[in-house]
């Protein structure tokens, strides 16, 4: 757990802290804002011409995050169509108080209404962390996905009573957690919300085994050799019949920076 511990303090600190990709400075940006299903707005970016690809952020980071990884702007150089946005409760998008603001696939549904938004067609997904729990449910409720990635995930959120997120919601709702101490302390030194942070844990979805099983669409699973932050991503690989499975040097913080990470990525896409 200790371990755990110190790996989520440390992707967050990479993904938020680390250098921006000077490369993204020769793409235009579209921004603005989109107004999804319940009047929450999200903020989104948009570079590059091509065949799009949405990513798809962790938990406590935002569309920035991924400015700070060579994927980006290796996707822009080899002709995509790359769209950020910020997820619900992060980032510029909007902050709700009510709770049941973050049920039944919210994060998921913005994402399409997004899609549709800026009249993607057929689109691309790349989730990492948590932003593949997402990226999950879009492989199940979107047809209009073509391929997706799964970056840094293994079984654990097959589970509804995944262990892990029961401990992290009963950790930000004031719970004493010694396990969490350090992780709780990191929250609460950014100014993080961590009653809004709960209700994303709550609400955070679960895909079944027998859900995964029907996914007919390719999938990348892709994960560092040392993370096994959520569980077994050959195990995932093994559950998704149409996958493949793809391990590059690192632990969770340290994967999505190599550049394996990104050539396996764009070579699935390709």
Request: charged letters at 25%.
């Amino acid at each position: 757990m200790r371990k755990w511990v110190l790996s989520f303090c440390l992707v967050f600190s990479i993904f938020s802290y680390g250098q921006y990709d000077s490369a993204l400075n020769n793409y235009t940006v579209d921004s603005g804002y989109f107004t999804s299903f319940d009047h929450t707005k999200i903020y989104y970016e948009k570079r590059g011409t091509g065949e799009p690809v949405v990513l798809i952020h962790g938990f406590i980071q935002n569309g920035e995050s991924w400015k700070r990884l060579s994927i980006l702007s290796e996707l822009l150089k080899n002709g995509f169509e790359v769209i950020t946005l910020d997820i619900r409760c992060n980032g510029r998008s909007d902050r709700k108080l009510n709770e049941s603001a973050y049920a039944g696939d919210a994060e998921a549904r913005d994402i399409i209404g997004l899609s549709r938004y800026l009249h993607l067609g057929k689109y691309d997904i790349i989730g990492y962390s948590r932003g593949s729990i997402i990226a999950a449910r879009l492989l199940i409720k979107d047809r209009k996905v073509k391929k997706a990635v799964l970056g840094g995930m293994g079984t654990g959120f097959t589970n509804p009573q995944w262990p892990r997120r029961i401990m992290f919601y009963e950790a930000l709702m004031g719970k004493p957690t010694k396990e969490l101490e350090g992780a709780m302390k990191y929250v609460r030194q950014q100014g993080l919300d961590t009653l809004q942070l709960a209700y994303m844990q709550k609400y955070q979805p679960s895909t079944s085994p027998d859900e995964l099983s029907k996914i007919k669409k390719q999938v990348l699973v892709i994960c560092g050799d040392k993370d096994e932050d959520n569980g077994s991503a050959a195990a995932l690989a093994k559950m998704i019949h149409s996958s493949v499975l793809v391990i590059v040097p690192g632990d969770h913080g340290s994967a999505p920076r190599s550049k394996e990470f990104s050539e396996a990525v764009v070579s699935f896409l390709k």
